[in-house]
């Protein structure tokens, strides 16, 4: 089945969640309004449904192969890239002055989604080019700048992110790869990442490598990390292409999902392609420092940040594509009678149960999206916003909502994605109709980027006990304001949303109190409970969101031309989501309050 953005949604969310007419407002987004919003939105769809979801399915029977040290890519993805380039859609959110749109990131959030939902494989390219922008032109120097910026925004060159190493995983204390001082102020660079998502590849000229290592002499641990700039192709005073650098590929991943997407082995300065700039070749890849030394795990952290904040859109992503299979699958088979009695067999649309996984991939993916374009408004304000004050709140609100977004939206994909293989049945379980590779990708969602637990480590430790719960608390008054307004909405709906609601309001306020008051006596029985934490942050600020949309829903109700089918849907399934999804926010609480006496119970050799 082809993809289509569900722009009605978006657009709604973009409108009445995320407030694009007061982001329109903040200086230097002046263009970024609803009309233009509009407009880009339903190009990118266009372009993404001629273009880059055919590609989808054929990717994944025919994923990139490597032959020495050479990964090409799928099938049509080469061309497809050059088209995306061209068009403009890697630079929407990209300032001006490198040959970017300009334009806001809420604008940027729906377009990024729309292409991962339309081919997961073959948007982590720009995924990763956007987080290298975003890495130089926070961290690197004026002529960084303008040696890679441009052309990453063109599309004719890619960017990658080097962290992982086969002994260090997600502990970059340990990382061994070596940066060795030059007398030209370059740096030699000599070590292998793994995991390394197109790090090889042929879709652009060049490959932007950027990459944690260890200046000799550094400080042990995380305060002795740097990063560096590691092209493929090394690149000269006047911006040519000159000497192959001497990194390479001797391996890609074979995965379970993804599989278009090349996931490399990186060797940097094994001689491979020895380089020198007198005549003398000399093992080692060319590196420049970004920004200051010792200061790489900070600095990368921009990219890492961008990067979570993406593959939770990842998230949102395929599970709207996961839902837009399975409803169509079933509007079409028809199987059993309708359990109130009907004269021959139905569409299994027909039968509650099916309805029922229906609804919960609705809701969740449109709770998830909700919340993704609100977090992208924040980002916004906190960029552009006239007073430094606000900025820095916006920043805060942001940055407390990027691991949830990334932890509690790809731990709900694939249970979305679940649900679309379930409501297929056994067609679902053969590969044929396509469900099956949407519950492949979506795996590597909770892991990548930081898993699951990672991303709640961070929600503990950084983003709540480190301010005593202010960013969070903020939210939480937030939502009693919101309840406020649900009761004074009329209607059955209503009740039963903010009833809901306050009872996730109540467990979340509790949660963040018991990690605030257990973090320096208790501090396994906190991280005990850290995921559950996250899970109940996401399922009660989504539903927060899902509660905004019905009351924006009911207030459009009143206009004269207002597509009333649309929005009385919206309501409904913000109703669904309170009655299935919201309730589950005072068990995640007990589990969170105490739960920890069950999790630390056994001794190792009880485990078995």
Known sequence: MSYRAPLKDMLFAVEHIAGIEAIAALPGLEDSNLETAQAVLEECD???????????????????????????????????FEQFGAAGWQGVQHPTEYGGGGLAKLIATPCMEMVHAANMSFALAPLLTDGAIEALMVAGSPEQQQTYVPNMVAGK?????????????????????????QADGSYRIFGEKIFITYGEH???????????????????????????????????ADGALGARNDVWCPSIEHKLGIKASPTAVLLFGDGK???????????????????KENRGLEHMFVMMNAARFAVGLQGVAVSERAYQLALAFARERTQSRDVAGSPGAVTIIHHPDVRRMLMTMKAGTEAMRALAYYAAALSDAAMHAAEAGERERNQGLYEYLVPII??????????????????????GFVEETGAAQHYRDARILP??????????????GRKTV?????????????????????????????????????????????????VLAQFRDDVRAVFAGSVPYLRLAGIV???????????????????????????AAKIATARFYADHILTQAPGLRTAVVAGAAGVLALDEEQFG
Request: proline share 4%; charged share 15%.
């Open 273 to 291: 392609f020895p380089v020198g700039d007198s005549g003398e070749a000399l093992a080692g890849a060319i590196g420049h420092l970004i920004g």
């Open 447 to 460: 892991i990548y980027e930081g898993t699951t637990a990672i991303q709640a480590n961070d929600l503990i």
């Open 406 to 427: 990334k932890g509690w939206s790809t731990e709900f994909a694939v249970e979305i994605a679940s649900l679309g293989i379930q409501v297929h049945g056994g067609m």
């Open 157 to 181: 060159w890619t960017g990658s992110m080097n962290l992982t190493e086969s002994q260090a995983g997600s502990d970059l204390a340990v990382v061994r790869t070596r940066a060795v001082p």
């Open 466 to 514: 480190r301010d005593g719960g202010a960013v969070a608390g903020s939210l939480i008054a937030a939502i009693r304001a919101t309840e406020e307004a649900l009761g004074a909405r009329e209607g059955e709906h209503f009740a039963e949303i903010r009833a809901q609601l306050t009872a996730g309001r109540v467990a979340l306020e509790e949660v963040v109190a018991f």
């Open 46 to 80: 266009r372009f993404n449904a001629e273009v880059i979801a055919p590609l989808n399915h054929a990717g994944d029977q025919a994923p990139a192969t490597l032959a020495d040290g050479v990964v090409t890519t799928s099938p049509g993805f080469r061309s497809a």
């Open 202 to 236: 042929d879709l652009a000229e060049n490959i932007v490598h950027l990459v944690l290592a260890r200046i000799e002499g550094a400080p042990p641990g995380v305060k002795g990390i740097s990063l560096f700039v590691v092209p493929k192709f090394l690149v000269g």
């Open 541 to 567: 600020l989504g539903g927060w969101q899902m509660a905004r949309a019905a009351l924006a829903a009911d207030a459009q109700c009143q206009q004269a031309d207002a597509d009333v089918s649309f929005l």
